[in-house]
């Protein structure tokens, strides 16, 4: 029983740094263009370089 009290708050903790993980990534712009990432994928590798500038 006693390992109850000790895994509860663990599993609470995780739980909410998941969360704050989750929430950071949305403000930070990760889920803002994923069609873009899918789309580039597609692409020819010297296609890529030109349009980086290299």
């Known amino acids: 029983?006693?390992?109850l009290?000790?895994?509860a708050?663990?599993?609470v903790m995780?739980?909410?740094l998941g969360?704050?993980?989750f929430v950071w990534a949305l403000k930070s712009?990760?889920?803002e263009d994923p069609e873009g990432a899918a789309a580039r994928i597609l692409?020819?590798?010297h296609?890529?370089?030109i349009e980086r500038g290299g």
């Open 29 to 31: 712009g990760q889920y």
């Open 1 to 3: 029983m006693s390992i």
């Open 9 to 11: 708050p663990a599993a």
């Open 43 to 45: 692409l020819d590798d």
């Open 5 to 7: 009290l000790m895994l």
């Open 14 to 16: 995780l739980g909410a």
């Open 19 to 21: 969360l704050a993980a």
């Open 47 to 49: 296609q890529s370089e």
